[in-house]
């Protein structure tokens, strides 16, 4: 890129003392955790050290860490001088750029409460989701300006330029001149590690609002609301995310807005890692970065990485990529055919309400000898906790009860008995924002209830079998959704699967398998997907037993999917209600 200067008001003073105001009568053996300690750090230590690049855009920018920890402070002062006051909501609608990772630190140095909206919203979702977490103003990205229309909410637009003149710029530029020049330690800490830091929202993938929810949008938006975030939580699941990538952070492909990206816009930042934003999933730059940027980390949903393994670009690259896959379930074929492309998967599963992955698939040292397929198999599991996460359990309740507050009761590690995944501990949400019925509910019997069934094997790993709602009953036997498209996905000629029960006469519910085709496979069955369904049911044969194996094939040429990529079978189970 060409030579980038970043504005007058970016550029820090000489000797910039790197400290938040010191907390009256503070113990000398104690200090409150918080993410802010991040950034302040790695401006002491590698001040020109590059931070955060954004290029694949008009105006590309790029800045180092002591230029990106002034623009924080400017943005804390310009939130403080615009009234925002702690405890006070700034949401932020914006794509991965330069914006909202300014946001994830300096709205916490305001001592504020930072609210990522998903930018593919319908506009009244966005309504109201400012109305429920009554936000005090918005940082909003010009693309995004139509979601706002008509709020009377205070608005603060970036054109995502770095340059003078900018909207955004010029807020920056106040807060400098409003801080007097006091800097850093001007700004005061949060005294409470428990205070509230971030409140997600973030789509649904079953009925109206999923599981341990309420309804926010009458009718059913799909949104649901996830609990206030403290800043010790957040301390603790980015260490998780940390160990997880072993102290090598991934770049951004991940919106920041999805599970305040998973924690790593704080974990890049704890390890000094070059952070590399894009707006939008756009397999060109992913693959240019990948070749040319020396690009060694990402993280991903397994939609987003089936786009990269078949991306007519894809090829080995020059150094070793780990790729981060959450979100949904990869299915063992995606594991292989990553691997085969020269990008090391690592699999991690979570919730919003835990901050994104709180457990990973580790690898075993006696898989190495086993074939990839069988590999993979292995690969696909949840795996275990976190080093910071208490132990996932899998649990059924007692007396069939599923919201007691009695003792929860283990299922055997046999890798057979299916319960629920349930956790605990500083990497668990703090609540459901103004809701206590719905928080009691997701904490009955001491422990956060995922919702998601799944197996525990004799080594302690978490497998999923599957969403309670997804699991497909077919002549009393209980059919593993997520199972049956983990087999159906090794057909060679399929690029996503999706499988949903349909009533049946004889066996009350059978599964129905919605195939897209992988593109270079997808002309020698044009005209003839009948014929093509009649093949994946003898595939499947081979691998699943009858009451699992699909009655119905239904070729498409895409799958319904929420924003952040994951597969909405509400919209598949609306589509069988009418066959």
Request: proline share 8%; glycine share 8%.
């Amino acid at each position: 890129m060409a030579a980038f200067i970043p504005t007058p008001a970016s550029i820090p003073p000489p000797n910039a003392l790197l400290r938040l105001q010191d907390i009256p009568n503070a113990p000398p053996n104690w200090h409150p955790l918080s993410p802010l300690s991040f950034i302040l750090r790695a401006a002491q230590i590698y001040p020109e050290k590059v931070a955060l690049v954004h290029t694949d855009v008009q105006q590309p920018v790029m800045y180092t860490f002591s230029v990106w920890a002034q623009r924080i402070q400017n943005l804390a002062y310009a939130l403080i001088k615009a009234g925002i006051r702690p405890g006070d909501r700034v949401g932020v609608i914006a794509p991965n750029s330069p914006m909202i990772a300014d946001a994830h630190h300096g709205v916490l140095a305001a001592r504020a409460v930072i609210t990522p909206i998903n930018t593919r919203l319908k506009p009244s979702e966005v309504e109201y989701i400012l109305g429920h977490s009554q936000c005090r103003l918005l940082l909003v990205d010009y693309e995004y300006l139509h979601l706002v229309a008509g709020t009377k909410i205070p608005v603060i637009v970036t054109n995502d330029t770095g340059r003078a003149g900018d909207p955004y710029e010029d807020f920056l530029a106040e807060g400098r001149c409003f801080s007097q020049e006091k800097g850093w330690p001007g700004l005061e800490a949060e005294p409470d590690e428990n205070a509230a830091a971030v409140l997600c929202y973030t789509s649904g993938t079953t009925e109206g609002c999923p599981n341990h929810a309420q309804r926010l949008v009458s009718g059913g938006s799909g949104e649901r609301l996830r609990g206030a975030v403290s800043l010790r939580e957040f301390i603790d699941a980015r260490l998780g995310a940390n160990l997880r990538s072993k102290n090598e952070p991934p770049d951004r492909i991940l919106p920041m807005f999805h599970a305040a990206g998973w924690t790593f816009p704080w974990t890049n930042v704890f390890a000094f890692a070059k952070q590399v934003t894009l707006r939008t999933v756009n397999y060109t730059h992913i693959w240019n970065h990948f070749l040319h940027s020396g690009v060694t980390h990402y993280c991903a949903a397994p939609t987003v990485q089936i786009g990269i393994v078949n991306d007519p670009q894809a090829r080995r690259p020059p150094q070793h990529i780990t790729a981060i896959i959450a979100g949904a379930a990869p299915t063992a074929h995606l594991i292989a055919e990553l691997e085969k492309t020269g990008i090391k998967p690592v699999h991690v599963y979570g919730l919003t309400e835990t901050y994104g992955p709180f457990t990973r698939n580790y690898d075993d040292p006696s898989w190495e000898n086993l074939l990839l397929e069988e590999r993979a198999r292995l690969m696909a599991r949840q795996g275990h906790a976190f080093a910071t996460a208490e132990a996932a359990r899998v649990v059924y309740p007692i007396e069939g009860d599923a919201v007691s507050n009695g003792p929860l009761k283990d299922v055997p590690r046999d890798g057979k008995t299916v319960g629920e995944i349930v956790t605990r501990g500083n990497i668990v949400m703090k609540e459901y924002f103004r809701d206590p019925e719905a928080t009691q509910k997701a904490f009955a019997g001491g422990s956060f209830h995922t919702g998601d069934l799944a197996v525990i094997h004799p080594n302690g790993s978490v497998a999923i079998m599957d969403r309670s709602k997804d699991i497909i009953i077919s002549g009393g036997e209980n059919a593993s959704s997520l199972a049956i498209e983990q087999e159906l996905a090794s057909h060679p000629h399929v690029l996503e699967v999706s499988v949903v029960a349909r009533n049946h006469i004889r066996w009350g519910e059978r599964p129905m398998a919605f195939v897209v085709l992988h593109p270079q496979h997808a002309a020698k069955w044009k005209g003839r997907h009948h014929e093509f369904g009649k093949d994946m049911k003898e595939h499947a044969k081979k691998r699943l037993p009858g009451f699992a194996c699909p009655e119905w094939v239904e070729v498409v040429p895409e799958l319904p999917k929420t924003s952040t990529g994951k597969i909405l079978k509400t919209e598949l189970r609306k589509i069988v209600a009418k066959l």
